[in-house]
């Protein structure tokens, strides 16, 4: 890992983000990047610096977040940060940020949202990890430590869920931590118990040399079964893939991967790709060294 992106709108969640990814950076030798977001009209940036000074509140705005951004790093003497600003919205920014800068992981703060509308509006948090091919990390609380002993992959457990998985137990295997499998059983729809532990064979294979144990965890709903089962073991660290992903399902129905990070007061971190990540991070000789 050698660079983490953080967005921040200076907030005290966005700031338990910040104080996280300086933890991780410091344990992986990492850059880490402070974006802000300022959400400007479209045409903005091709407005020539003589049309942008007669727009007092937004030269207000674009100097304000400057300075709290300074003011943030300042806070941290010792860590390597590099600090940014962007004209457009915030999935926009990280999305094209994550691009230029070849981010490994975003790192965001989250107030969760609750009722029927969260899947249709969404806060930002939400829309990054709806939009942007980017593992992320989510906390609604501080990170005490960068370190993490009981971590879940939650998951379908089908062969595409494996670069995922590989990606995860890469950063996680640092911590030497034990990780916990899990399928989430819904319904008498879902493929029979015996067929979940096979397909989750392969995945405990991987896992070596780390200790590993398989679940199958029955509940009505996936947000509500992997939450209930962190509680159980006392994990600190929940995993999630974000790599399949279904857009209209997520429209009718919601998605697992949303109602989780909205809803856990643990530690998500969703995992997803671009097409040129995953080409390059799961080549052969990265695949061997992840395992």
């Known amino acids: 890992m050698k660079n983490i992106l953080v967005p ?3 907030s005290k969640c966005s700031k338990y983000a910040v104080d996280a990814a300086v933890l991780l950076a410091k344990r992986f030798g990492a850059k880490v990047h402070l974006l802000n977001s300022l959400d400007l009209p479209p045409y903005w940036s091709s407005l020539p610096e003589q049309e942008k000074s007669k727009w007092a509140t937004v030269s207000k705005a674009t100097d304000e977040a400057r300075k709290g951004l300074e003011q943030l790093k300042a806070g941290y003497p010792g860590a390597h940060l590099e600090l940014a600003t962007s ?4 999935p926009r920014a990280v999305e094209k940020y994550v691009s230029e800068k070849g981010i490994d992981i975003i790192v965001m703060g989250s107030h969760g949202a609750s009722g029927k509308s ?3 509006i969404g806060s930002n948090t939400q829309k990054v990890i709806r939009t942007v091919h980017c593992p992320a990390l989510v906390l609604k609380q501080p990170l005490k430590s960068a370190d993490f002993k009981k971590v879940i992959f939650a998951s379908s457990f089908n062969k595409p869920e494996m670069k995922p998985f590989l990606f995860f137990k890469n950063l996680i295997k640092h ?3 034990e990780i916990h499998l899990v399928a989430i059983h819904t319904s008498a729809f879902d493929p029979p118990f015996p067929f979940k532990l096979e397909a989750m064979k392969p995945f ?3 896992c070596r040399p780390l200790v590993c ?4 965890y029955k509940d009505l709903s996936v947000d ?3 939450r209930s089962f962190a509680n159980e073991i006392g994990a600190d660290l929940i995993a999630i ?4 992903r279904r857009p209209l399902k997520r429209m009718l129905v919601g998605s697992n991967v949303e109602a989780l990070v909205n809803h856990s007061d643990l530690p998500v971190l969703t995992v997803d790709f671009s097409p040129v990540q995953s080409s390059v991070l799961f080549s052969p000789s990265v695949r061997q060294s992840a395992v």
């Open 8 to 10: 921040t709108d200076f």
């Open 87 to 90: 004209a457009d919205s915030l």
């Open 118 to 120: 969260e899947f249709f």
């Open 175 to 177: 911590f030497i931590p």
């Open 204 to 206: 405990e294979q991987a």
């Open 213 to 216: 144990h398989s679940h199958i």
């Open 224 to 226: 509500n079964g992997i």
């Open 241 to 244: 893939s974000n790599y399949e």
